[in-house]
Nanobody
Framework: QVQLVESGGGLVQAGDSLRLSCAASGFAFSYYAMSWYRQAPGKERELVAYVNSVGGRTNYADSVKGRFTISRDNGKNTVYLEMNSLKPEDTAVYYC????????????WGQGTQVTVSS
């Protein structure tokens, strides 16, 4: 079955770093664009970072540009989010998303990992 499993979240202090991982299985990972979303309490889900299937194109939310880096290792079926200089406003549940190309659009979501940044 399709599975996206996030890991690496936790409780950290402002200024710290975390590396989130999303391990994928059950689908053709290398053909899927991957994204990280986050949702903070009382706020809408927002796109944090995006990387295309081969890792050549990335996009970031303005709020994380220069601090976060998305990358992927298609050989390991894993996408990463390197989070540096964390701020309290980064506190959220972070979700991994996979999206297929082509006419038959498929979207898969992980269950999320909590990131809490204390001031």
């Amino acid at each position: 079955q399709v599975q996206l499993v996030e890991s690496g979240g936790g409780l950290v202090q402002a200024g710290d770093s975390l590396r989130l991982s999303c391990a994928a299985s059950g689908f053709a990972f290398s053909y899927y664009a991957m994204s990280w979303y986050r949702q903070a309490p009382g706020k809408e889900r927002e796109l944090v970072a995006y990387v295309n299937s081969v890792g050549g194109r990335t996009n970031y939310a303005d709020s994380v540009k220069g601090r976060f880096t998305i990358s992927r290792d298609n050989g390991k079926n894993t996408v990463y989010l390197e989070m540096n200089s964390l701020k309290p406003e980064d506190t959220a549940v972070y979700y991994c998303q996979a999206e297929s190309p082509g006419l038959l659009r498929r979207v898969y979501w992980g269950q999320g990992t909590q990131v809490t940044v204390s001031s």
